[in-house]
């Protein structure tokens, strides 16, 4: 089946050091699935960070960027520069239709603490 | 702004016993899902639901039961609650064809004991 395989946490960063959190995938179903990030802060739930669905085309949001990579299929978040607020888990996930349904597949979350 | 808001935040339960996990969406989605969510795991599709009246089997849906009697509300039930069932469960909505993102509630942490 389809997998999501991402750095495995906690991932501590020094506030202002650059950070790569990766991410590869595997779908079976369909050659070119939609890749996505999303970001749970403490307390809330997850929401939308950035997301591509076409692949060799980069996302963008909140100073963190990913490139969709079919060819290594991997898509690695990163960021240049953390600060303190961007504590909090990533998820990086596929969506696919599937059977007539979207499904979607995500990885076990990576845990991020940037210290000052 | 979109909205799922989940109940309740907390929730201990006794072995044997009956939970419901609730859901309310005001985005006016017609795709509504649960999922839990264990250390080392991804996001696991428990049950999910195309609109009011239905409910699909997710990949792992035993030990669950699901209900959406509207379209704004989804509930999860766990009629003989299990230790094993202990995780933090989160309901989301959202509408494939279009932006196909969903949208998260802030979690339920359930404890059985």
């Known amino acids: 089946g389809d997998s999501v395989t991402q750095t495995e946490g906690p991932v501590t960063v020094s506030e202002s050091e650059s950070l790569i959190i990766n991410c590869t995938y595997s779908?079976?179903?369909?050659?070119?699935?939609?890749l996505f990030w999303y970001v749970r802060y403490p307390g809330e739930g997850l929401q939308l960070l950035l997301k591509?669905?076409?692949?060799?085309q980069k996302g963008s949001s909140r100073g963190f960027e990913a490139t969709y990579n079919k060819e290594t299929t991997s898509f690695h978040l990163q960021k240049a520069s953390v600060q303190e607020s961007d504590s909090a888990v990533y998820y990086c996930?596929?969506?696919?239709?599937?059977?007539?349904?979207?499904?979607?597949?995500f990885g076990a979350g990576t845990r991020l603490k940037v210290i000052a | 702004e979109a909205a799922v808001t989940q109940s309740p935040r907390n929730k201990v339960a006794v072995t044997g016993g009956k939970v419901t996990l609730s859901c309310n969406q005001t985005?006016?989605?017609?795709?509504m899902y649960w999922y839990r969510q264990d250390t080392g795991h991804g996001l696991r599709l428990i049950h999910y639901?195309?609109?009011?009246?239905?409910?699909e089997k997710g990949d792992i849906p035993d030990g669950y039961k699901a209900s959406r009697p509207s379209q704004e509300n989804f509930s999860l039930i766990l009629e003989l609650a299990t230790p094993s069932q202990t995780s933090v469960y989160f309901c989301?909505?959202?509408?494939?064809?279009?932006?196909?993102?969903?949208?998260f509630g802030a979690g339920t942490r359930l404890s059985v004991l």
């Open positions: 989301a909505s959202g509408d494939w064809g279009g932006q196909n993102t969903l949208y």
């Open positions: 985005n006016n989605h017609n795709n």
């Open positions: 639901s195309y609109g009011a009246g239905s409910t």
């Open positions: 779908a079976t179903s369909i050659a070119y699935p939609n």
């Open positions: 591509v669905i076409t692949a060799g």
């Open positions: 996930a596929l969506g696919e239709v599937n059977t007539g349904n979207y499904k979607y597949v």
